[in-house]
Structures are given as C-alpha cells and as structure tokens.
C-alpha cells in the first residue's frame, strides 16, 4: 500500500504525516487544492524513502 494525501489546510497535512510517519506507511502528503491541481509543497515518508 502507497498513500498519496493532499490537503488544503497545511496543519492537516502535517497531521497526516506524523501518523502516517509512525505507522511506518510509505506516503507522499502534498499541500495543495486536489481540484485545481495547485501544488505548494510536497512531503514523502520515511518508509517512502526507504522503499517500504
């Protein structure tokens, strides 16, 4: 399983990272308006990097 999240709110997108970070899930949690297409930042997981 990968999990791509994107979210408007930056302070939701940083919760869906600390959780996703320690349940070791491999995610990418973007900070951008999923409709528009608009991108602000951009954050993988450690289990991303390391390829879990």
């Known amino acids: 399983m990968h999990v791509t999240a994107i ?3 930056p302070r939701a997108a940083h919760m869906a990272f600390v ?3 320690l349940l070791h899930i ?3 949690v973007i900070v951008g308006n999923s ?3 608009e ?3 951009y954050w ?4 991303h ?3 879990g």
């Open 7 to 9: 979210d408007v709110d």
């Open 19 to 21: 959780q996703f970070s």
């Open 26 to 28: 491999p995610a990418t």
């Open 35 to 37: 409709l528009t297409l």
């Open 39 to 41: 991108t602000r930042e």
């Open 44 to 47: 993988f997981t450690p289990a």
């Open 49 to 51: 990097i390391l390829g």
